[in-house]
């Protein structure tokens, strides 16, 4: 029974995703569209409320289970993600035709792989986590089937998904053929005692490493990201290029510093080298793109490698896990948000706006204008904004870590990156209306959460405390002794 | 006073406060553009008038940062909302308040045609961050307050600026933010050297009790990245290049500012946290500060002779006033110090309004182009007199404040006891800056408003009774701090001499 309870969330958010299917079946898609969301924020809240009555720590399940802060902390971010998802994308759905249905159901089962593989400390329940979290995902890049775009990035997402699958299992199995056993905690004995000089454990580390750099889309594992990105449908985008990243980051944490915890250290400089590149390389190709969603698909590339710099500088202790916690939580609600008000432009397929589509918003629609300069503003990290936070807690640890030359690098990077993320807000308030520019979706909904996400992002970046001493206490059991 | 005691307890955050309040009736009256003038003229003078009575409280010949406010704001991180003024930042936030209510009224006058209310609530929240820049104490504040300026300010060029706007408002952020967020990785490395985890902070008394907290090769490249940060603000040659264009794009309103207020950020932010935090790292530099900052001086002055644009003339010429302001700083004595305080003050108040004169005429002729000017003293014999002071303030004539600072600076530098050059090198070559300015001021003066004048300007009126607002207590500063500049020399002096026993007491200490 105990075992049960600690799975409690989980079931809920698994028992939402039916029972959305289940309505939308029996109701018929025309008299269940409207409901779907609410019932999708209904379920995902329930699972988030549930560990308040019936809470549970500790291993479950013969240790295939972990409850702890770091799990807790991550349901938090995850179903906050999806509930975000949830409230934008309706107006983009229902404007495009897509089933809803099968999104927010997509949505949920996702939800719950990201969520096992926060609650993982053994490779089996790890694994089933990453498949649980990334086959939903392939099937929402191509949910609108009709689009060769959204085709392209479905088959390209899944081989290459696919394909860095085998490669994450097959360093699994070296683990196992290390350690022999699949927990975490036996193999990071049996890594202790041979240390980094046995061949077999520097294999399955690249072969790990390589593995989740794919799922967290770092450089040079990042090439299906742009067209996967760009095809997607922009809120099934939205969704993409944050969760299964914090998911993957879950994974990272967790395999790095429990299983291999004790090579870490000689570990982080190929971290930081990997860091360094990704960043740079994100931001640089970036800079030279003309639709949006695909220089937001780029920076969102740029910020893994931000957040790799802290997995880079684990070695200075718990403000390094906790950076990366409070950025994969600042990053998730920015990037979400901003790919979300693409879906202001009424464009056909999947398509999302360019710089010159974008002209004069702000006199078209201010508030879809205003909220989207403010998450851009996160983006590019200049205060009073959480995206601002999450950088100065970032370049904390990295320069703890004695890595100066990485805190420097992401300095620059930010620098670099104001230029691309700024020249969409001149291109908005800056640039007068053509006369062809696309229709603008006036929907309530949509600005009116966008407008509260934008001012709890600013909010976020003045009183930011709560949130951090929560990833404090969560990265507590990453923090490599 | 009826509202005494509270608003003297908290003056400062009411003066972070006040601007943000009055955004409120902005967004419910959006759109009226009588409403949103009136907002914003109550509030900014509202704001004023608060700065004042904080001037009035503030006690003559202490040194120390008075009217403190220190809560805790982050406990995880030991970072604290610390506010508080002395000697250096008390005049320069009234400036702020002052030159901001200027702005304001001016712009309701009818010099923005569009988008009014979006305007003031952009100009509210520029000032917002200028008040606080000033008063923060906590470097993690300062740096929040820092950066604040910038949006409003990119804003403010690029949707209400001229035709090459947008080039100049991107140059005028990505300048800035390359510098400061180098900057803001200095302040962490700060933080982490301020002691053990759980004991850090970024709390500028704090961090100045303990001389010797960071070594000397810390503070050669802390001190780089903040001076960097400050000089490209400042800005000091080599990084001036975004000021001409963002001067000449933004709007008046913006100019004033940015040459009134935003600059001055770079030269408080030196004195502030640069030198006394890491004296010895200052020690390093110096001299390389020093030559840049003679550079400027006669750099700016020979560009701005031959400049065909009223605006980027009067824009190189803050160039080279900033370039007083960093000499004086960097011979690191009171008169020096004092002198450049008292500069900033001073070109706050004249190049604020030759950027307002600018304006007014430039509404009126639509031609900044020297050449097509001239004759206009015929025609405005009000505007004459007020642009002439401002024009005799600007080239340092004695009697009026651009004297007091420039003369002071001087007198520093040729005290200054430097290695390889000393000061007695350095002080005539700036001193030649002086002549120069009066060369290229009075030329400037001469040709804009004597000779005949065009057809086309013969009907134009002269100043209104908004624009005479605007001006009168502009003048009235200029005389008055160059007639009795003891008041504020008195004011700043104490608090100088202790922000430079910190810049020099910890050298000698490490020595």
């Known amino acids: ?481 | 006073m009826i509202f005494a005691q509270p608003v003297i307890d908290h003056a400062l955050t009411l003066l972070v406060v006040i601007p943000l309040v009055g955004l409120i009736p902005l967004i419910l009256f959006r759109g009226d553009d009588r409403a949103a003038k009136q907002v914003a003229i109550v509030t900014t003078f509202v704001e004023l008038l608060v700065s004042l009575v904080m001037l009035g409280q503030f006690k003559v010949g202490e040194a120390g940062f008075q009217m403190t406010e220190s809560v805790t704001w982050l406990p995880s991180l030991g970072i604290r909302y610390e506010v508080g003024v002395d000697g250096i930042s008390v005049l320069l936030v009234v400036l702020t308040t002052l030159l901001t209510f200027l702005s304001v009224l001016y712009s309701s006058g009818g010099a923005i045609k569009q988008r009014l209310t979006e305007f003031m609530a952009v100009f509210l929240l520029l000032e917002v961050g200028m008040v606080g820049v000033f008063v923060a104490l906590d470097l993690f504040l300062f740096y929040i307050f820092f950066e604040l300026m910038l949006v409003p300010m990119y804003l403010i060029i690029g949707i209400w600026g001229g035709t090459r706007r947008i080039y100049a408002t991107l140059k005028f952020v990505l300048f800035t933010l390359a510098g400061s967020l180098l900057m803001l990785v200095a302040i962490v490395a700060v933080y982490l050297q301020s002691g053990d985890a759980g004991s850090r902070t970024l709390s500028f008394t704090q961090l100045v009790s303990s001389p010797g907290r960071f070594t000397p090769e810390f503070q050669t490249w802390a001190f780089l990245a903040f001076a960097l940060a400050f000089a490209i603000k400042l800005p000091m040659v080599p990084f001036h290049t975004w000021l001409p264009d963002a001067h000449v794009e933004a709007p008046t309103a913006g100019s004033i500012i940015l040459a009134g207020i935003l600059l001055k950020a770079g030269g408080y932010g030196l004195i502030r946290f640069a030198l006394p935090l890491f004296p010895s790292g200052a020690q390093q530099w110096l001299p390389l500060i020093i030559l840049l900052s003679v550079v400027a001086i006669i750099y700016g002055a020979a560009v701005s002779t031959v400049q065909k644009d009223l605006k980027k003339l009067v824009a190189y010429s803050s160039v080279a006033h900033m370039g007083f302001v960093t000499l004086g700083l960097f011979v690191l004595n009171v008169q020096g110090g004092v002198g450049a305080i008292l500069q900033m003050l001073n070109h706050g108040v004249v190049t604020g309004a030759l950027f307002l004169f600018v304006g007014i005429q430039y509404e009126r002729t639509h031609r900044r182009l020297i050449a097509d000017l001239g004759g206009l003293a015929n025609k405005w014999p009000l505007y004459t007199t007020f642009f002439g002071i401002f024009v005799l303030a600007s080239l340092g004539l004695p009697g009026l404040n651009g004297f007091v600072g420039e003369f002071l600076v001087l007198v520093g530098t040729f005290a200054y006891k430097g290695v390889p050059i000393s000061g007695l090198v350095w002080g005539p070559i700036a001193a030649v800056g002086v002549i120069l300015a009066a060369i290229y001021l009075l030329w400037m003066f001469q040709r804009v408003m004597y000779g005949t004048v065009r057809d086309a300007y013969k009907d134009l009126p002269d100043l209104s009774a908004v624009e005479v607002a605007c001006a009168v207590p502009l003048v009235a500063l200029t005389i008055i701090l160059g007639v009795f500049p003891q008041p504020f020399i008195r004011i700043i002096e104490p608090s100088l001499e202790r922000m430079l026993a910190l810049a020099s007491a910890a050298s000698v200490a490490i020595k």
């Open chain 1, 1 to 481: 029974m105990n075992d049960l309870i600690s799975v409690l969330p989980e079931a809920i958010v698994t028992a939402t995703a039916i029972v959305v299917l289940g309505v939308d079946a029996a109701a018929g898609e025309g008299r269940a569209r409207p409901w779907l969301p609410f019932l999708t924020v209904v379920g995902l809240l329930a699972a988030l409320a549930s560990p308040v009555w019936w809470p549970a720590s500790g291993l479950h399940f013969g240790g295939f289970v972990l409850i702890d802060q770091f799990t807790t902390f991550f349901r938090l971010t995850f179903i906050v993600l999806a509930v975000l998802t949830a409230v934008v994308a309706p107006t983009y759905l229902r404007r495009e035709g897509v089933p809803g249905a099968e999104f927010y159901a997509i949505v949920l089962f996702s939800t719950l792989g990201s969520m096992t593989i926060a609650l993982a400390t053994d490779l089996i329940t790890l694994f089933i986590g990453i498949e649980l979290m990334s086959i939903p995902v392939y099937v929402l890049a191509g949910l609108q089937r009709r689009d060769r775009y959204a085709n392209e990035a479905a088959l390209k997402y899944f081989l290459l998904g696919a394909f860095s699958s085998a490669i994450l299992v097959y360093g699994f199995a070296w683990l196992f053929g290390i350690a022999g056993s699949t927990e975490l905690a036996q193999i990071a004995r049996a890594v202790t005692a041979r240390g980094l000089a046995s061949p077999e454990v520097v294999v399955a580390l690249a072969l790990v490493t390589t593995g989740l750099g794919f799922k967290a889309a770092v450089v040079p594992f990042h090439q299906w990201t742009p067209d996967a990105y760009d095809g997607a449908p922009t809120p099934a985008t939205a969704f993409m290029s944050v969760a299964p990243k914090a998911a993957a980051f879950a994974a990272i944490l967790r395999v790095m510093s429990t299983a291999l915890g004790p090579v870490q250290v000689d570990w982080s400089l190929v971290f930081a080298i990997l860091a360094l590149v990704t960043m740079t390389t994100g931001n640089v190709v970036a800079l030279v793109q003309t639709n949006v969603k695909r220089m937001l698909a780029y920076s969102s590339i740029a910020h893994t490698g931000y957040i790799l710099a802290g997995v880079a500088a684990l070695a200075a202790g718990a403000s390094a896990g906790a950076a990366v916690l409070f950025y994969l939580f600042a990053y998730g609600i920015m990037n979400l948000a901003a790919f979300a008000c693409l879906t202001f432009i009424d464009l056909e397929g999947t398509r999302g706006a360019t710089l010159d589509e974008l002209n004069g918003l702000w006199s078209r629609h201010g508030a879809a204008a205003i909220s989207f300069t403010i998450f851009l503003i996160n983006l590019t990290g200049i205060p009073p904004t959480v995206g601002f936070l999450a950088k100065f807690l970032m370049i904390q640890p990295v320069l703890d870590a004695g890595y100066a030359w990485l805190a420097v690098a992401i300095a620059l990077n930010a620098a670099l990156a104001a230029f691309y993320y700024l020249r969409v807000v001149v291109h908005m308030f800056m640039y007068d209306p053509d006369a062809k520019a696309p229709r603008v979706d006036r929907a309530r909904v949509l600005s009116f959460s966008l407008g509260i996400v934008a001012l709890i992002t600013i909010l976020l970046g003045i009183l930011p405390d709560p949130i951090y001493s929560f990833a404090l206490r969560a990265a507590a059991p990453v923090v490599i002794h």
